[in-house]
């Protein structure tokens, strides 16, 4: 069990570190603070849907998805780990208005 935790934890690490490199930053959940900001800055009325590029672990998409209701949201990360983490966490959110 420990070889295989071990192994695991290298696999996710070496993944997060390749991708770092790859992409040249590493995925910064969005604060609570710069969500409220683009919240204020955002139009009342958004025609159409809504994309969030380099949406890493999808904190900025559920979030949009409460602020905006009824749009559609899809967000896009490249790099793997946070785009995983954030499958899962779409997962057991009840798949609202919005994909990865």
Partial sequence: MI???CLFISVVLTL????SIKWGITPTPSSKKVREKIFSI???NIN???ADLGSGFGTLVFSLQRHLGSKQITGYEAATIPYLLSRVS????GRKKYTF
């Fill in 90 to 93: 779409y997962l057991f959110k």
């Fill in 3 to 5: 070889v295989f935790t």
């Fill in 42 to 44: 955002l139009p009342k």
């Fill in 16 to 19: 997060f570190l390749v991708d």
């Fill in 48 to 50: 159409g849907n809504v």
